[in-house]
């Protein structure tokens, strides 16, 4: 049971990672809104990169943001949370590979690989969390621009990239919390207790054993 979660928890935490790769290079964050718009034949999306138009021809045109300083807060950031949150993923999945009961290391005992399988799955929690602070501030940011009615910039909406983040964070703390849960606390089995006995022997062939005391510092023998 516990290498089945195991096994389950770390292909849900690949398959986040991947999502977070997409969603990190996704250029659709968010998408101009039609709302106030008559005509559809243009398209304007932007991303943690560069911003992006597009028309009903096919033809697309896409700028990087020429500064960095100059971005708004919030990008900077976002930016720095999925950057983080990709490399807390690689190491987990790289953790967790080494933590599986299934994996071989020499002569690891049982409760080391469980240290090592729960070190992966918080840090894939760890990920899904930085990945979810990300969209989700940003996704606040293009609900607050939308709503406020003193903003006299270009609306826009949600894109499918904000999707994907919030679908890579919830696997990763998913697989995360299997690969947390399949660790059972073992502890090393204490040493085995030692007796030492005394033996004598009686003239009808009985054989008697008496433990002998723990302090006992004579070297007289017990006879019975």
Known sequence: MAVGLQIVGLVLGVVSWCLQSSCTSSQVWKTRSHA???????????????SCAATSLGSVQCSKFKTVLGLPAHLQACRA????????????????????KCIKMGRTPEYVKN????????????SGVFTLTAVSWYAAR????????????????????LYLGWAASCLAVLGGSMLCCSCRKTSPAPPARQFSYNFSTTGRGQSIYRAAPASDNSSSKAYV
């Open 142 to 161: 293009v609900i607050h621009d939308f709503y406020d009615p003193l903003h006299r910039g270009v609306r826009f909406e949600l894109g499918t990239g």
């Open 115 to 126: 240290q090592i399988a729960l070190s992966g799955g918080v840090m894939f929690i760890l």
């Open 81 to 100: 949370l999925m950057i983080l949150s990709l490399l807390v993923g690689l190491a987990s999945i790289i953790v967790s590979v080494l933590g599986l």
């Open 36 to 50: 106030d718009t008559v005509t559809t034949s243009q398209w304007q999306f932007e991303g943690l990169w560069m």
